[in-house]
């Protein structure tokens, strides 16, 4: 019997399973991390690929099942099963990951593999079609989010194979998609709430203009009181550079990007600011954050077609004029 709650479709198609494997680009020397190996179709050809398997599987009857399976057989001793839910356990050291995973852990296993230390050479994983197209989506698709464009700054991503809901037993509801996560890199002093924050806002309506997000009352007043306490602080100025510490710390990556396999649009707008007379204040930060938006002319721009490299400069600009997001 199969857990629904576990996502639990066993991959039934071995010709599938071959493809996947011979796709995946293992070494003879490489350690492979596999989660959720089930009851080890896909296992088998990887202990067959690479040097050994490390498999985080959280279901004790799976684990039985596996370690049943290769029991006094050659692959056994190359095997490492380690049971556990793998959002909570420490990873191991692994060359290349190569999974058929539960889809409801998607985005937080993602971002966790992203923020993973030493980097591994590619991970290899079947996810719920749409959200393969998410993390591959270019500037102008109709499916660039959030989770494209945060995805993508951490690595490359691409489309290996379109798979249909009748390999697996039970078959889901959705169809699927074998997708390759190449993690980038040293990436650069990007400070990745600073990050998070600038493109969080960016889409929640990605199909407004960049002015007219940020004229928005909600999001003026977050920035304008960051702006504030950062004054008061008299940390305004300070070069993003000068953020070493933040900029390398990859360890709450997770958290911070876990969250958004789904972005938000309720289609509303906010009021745009009112400014009283009585309010200069709240007028001069306004205009500051205008200015930025004209220097760099992305006034009339839309986040659905802004590439990586444009929001890295938006950023630049307007931490230079001392606005900050996080
Ligand atoms: N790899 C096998 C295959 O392709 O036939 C099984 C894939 S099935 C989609 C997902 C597997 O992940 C199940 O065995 C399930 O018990 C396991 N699993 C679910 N949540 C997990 C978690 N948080 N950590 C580790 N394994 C998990």
């Given at each position: ?18 493809s ?22 896909l ?53 290349i ?19 993973h ?5 590619a ?24 989770l ?25 509801k ?37 002015g ?30 000068d953020?070493?510490?933040m ?71 307007f ?8």
């Amino acid at each position: 019997s199969f857990h629904k709650s576990k996502g639990q479709h066993i991959l039934k198609n071995p010709l599938l399973v071959d493809s996947i494997v011979q796709k995946s680009g293992i070494k003879s020397t490489d350690v492979i991390l596999e989660i959720g190996p089930g009851t080890g179709n896909l296992t088998k050809k990887l202990l067959e690929a690479g040097k050994s398997v490390i498999a985080v599987e959280v279901d004790p009857r799976m684990v039985l099942e596996l370690q049943r399976r290769f029991q006094g057989t050659p692959l056994s001793n190359r095997l490492k099963v380690i049971q556990g839910d793998v959002l909570k356990c420490d990873l191991p050291y692994f060359d290349i990951c190569v999974a058929n995973i539960p889809y409801q852990i998607s985005s937080p296993l993602t971002f966790k593999l992203l923020a993973h230390r030493p980097l591994f050479r590619a991970a290899v994983i079947m996810f719920q079609r749409e959200f393969a197209m998410r993390l591959v989506a270019q500037p102008g698709d109709t499916l660039y989010c959030r989770l494209s464009v945060n995805t993508q700054l951490l690595a490359r991503v691409s489309h290996l194979l379109k798979v249909g809901k009748n390999n697996f037993r039970p078959p889901p509801k959705v169809d699927s998609s074998v997708v390759r996560i190449e993690p980038r890199g040293p990436l650069g002093p990007v400070n990745f709430k600073e990050w998070d924050g600038l493109v969080r806002i960016c889409f929640n309506r990605k199909n407004k203009t960049i002015g007219s997000i940020f004229r928005q009352k909600s999001v003026l007043s977050i920035l304008e009181k960051n702006y504030r306490t950062l004054q008061a602080l008299q940390l305004s100025e300070k070069a993003p550079s000068d953020d070493m510490e933040m900029a390398l710390d990859v360890s709450a990556l997770g958290e911070t990007f876990g969250d958004l396999s789904v972005d938000a649009d309720d289609g509303k707008d906010d009021d745009e600011m009112e400014v009283d007379d009585g309010d200069a204040k709240r007028a001069d930060f306004k205009e500051r954050v205008l200015t930025v938006l004209k220097e760099g002319k992305y006034e009339d721009k839309r986040s659905s077609k802004l590439a990586q490299a444009d929001f890295m400069h938006l950023l630049a600009l307007f931490n230079k004029a001392g606005i900050h997001f996080s």
